[in-house]
């Protein structure tokens, strides 16, 4: 995406380099505010959490971290004592080339699993990054946190006086039990910290929580904010809405750019006993199999959204007399649609987004989550990840 180039939140730095896990693009990343900031972040609840999750984790709760570090392509998971030592070394190297304390940057890793760091070649990365640091490149960042993404996806935003910019990786193993994968924002704007701890996870829920590529969750989801106030105050209300349009614009780019993936799906529940039972009902939609791969093949078979509502047994208010069904603005259930309805539905799932909307009659409840098709590419890049 396009960005003006003169739009950055005032006092942050970075580096990126390549240190040899990936073959020539950059696979490390480090972004630091110069000045104190305030900070909130969610992780992953897998049970096989990596060590990167589980030191910035617990240092983290201070709300007081200033920037992130990422090694990409090697995710430094079920490495035993070896990968936590590991990683606390990392970021301890990496604090002290910029200047702040370890315990200030949250420290993310992506990519294989089972593997340990290359720490010769990582330490002597870290040796050679310059003192300071170069003024922030946050579109560097962006990309040098990528593993199988096509492209790197960075987004900046204006809240008033000040600037919110938000970077973020992942295209696969993708069902945020948190937050997602690795993103991170960085801002001049001025809140405390509980503030703004309670707009990010407000912001999370309804961004970050409602993508699934795949329904695998990550061990390595990692997602901050950085607030360091140089800029000023903001109305509250403002930031959050401009927050969640920099997070939703990075959850449409996660998922258009899905492993192998052809469309961006949403689907938007309404009519729900609660939100709750909404976001429960699009999952089951955006994550069936059989839906992803009938929109894929732009096949209007509105059958495989019923059977995916259908599945939720438990949800014992629903009832297939109040439901109804549409491709975009094309009504498929319970009217039953013509010859010339399902070629237009046909059509409009050829489309590069597509939107199911799913209406359950109940109550006021609404939600909207965001996936993707299911294709060949999947398969092919998947079965051979490692190799």
């Known amino acids: 995406m396009t960005n003006p180039p003169a739009l950055l939140p005032l006092g942050f730095r970075s580096y990126t380099a390549n240190m040899g896990l990936k073959d020539t693009a950059h696979d490390f990343a480090l972004v630091v505010s110069e000045v104190p900031a305030v900070s909130a972040a969610v992780f992953t609840r897998s049970r096989f959490a990596g060590p990167s999750v589980v030191l910035s984790r617990a240092d983290s709760a201070a709300q007081a971290s200033r920037g992130m570090v990422v090694v990409s392509r090697n995710a430094n998971v079920a490495t035993g004592r070896v990968g936590a030592a590991n990683a606390e070394e990392v970021r301890r190297l990496a604090a002290a080339a910029a200047g702040v304390k370890p315990e200030e940057l949250v420290i993310g890793s ?14 002597a990365g870290i040796a050679a990054i310059p003192s300071p640091l170069p003024p922030a490149d946050f579109e560097a960042a962006a990309a040098a946190i990528m593993t199988t993404d096509t492209r790197s996806k960075c987004v900046r935003l204006r809240c008033g006086d000040a600037v919110v910019v938000g970077i973020a990786k992942g295209v696969g193993m993708i069902e945020p039990n948190m937050a997602t994968l690795l993103t991170f924002f960085f801002t001049d704007a001025e809140l405390d910290a509980a503030t703004l701890d309670a707009i990010f996870r407000r912001v999370v829920d309804r961004t970050f929580n409602a993508l699934s590529i795949d329904t695998d969750t990550s061990t390595s989801d990692s997602a901050a904010v950085f607030a360091n106030g140089l800029a000023g105050p903001v109305d509250e209300s403002e930031f959050e809405r401009v927050l969640h349009q ?135 890049l998947n079965s051979g990840y490692t190799t």
């Open 110 to 123: 992506t990519g294989v699993i089972g593997r340990p760091y290359p720490m010769d070649s990582l330490r």
């Open 246 to 380: 920099a997070a939703l614009t990075l959850v449409r780019d996660i998922a258009s750019d899905g492993e192998g993936a052809a469309k961006l799906v949403e689907v938007q529940v309404t009519g729900a006993r609660d939100d709750a039972q909404a976001k429960r009902v699009g999952k089951a939609v955006v994550n069936s199999p059989l839906v992803k791969t009938s929109v894929h093949g732009a096949d209007p078979n509105w059958g495989r959204v019923a059977m995916a509502v259908g599945k939720l047994h438990d949800e014992h208010d629903i009832h297939p007399g109040r439901v109804t069904i549409q491709y975009g603005d094309l009504p498929m259930f319970p009217d039953e649609p013509d010859d010339a309805r399902l070629a237009r539905a046909a059509a409009y799932l050829g489309g590069d987004e597509i939107l199911i909307r799913v209406d359950l009659g109940i109550a006021a409840g609404a939600f909207t989550v965001y996936g993707c098709d299911l294709t060949e590419a999947y398969v092919e």
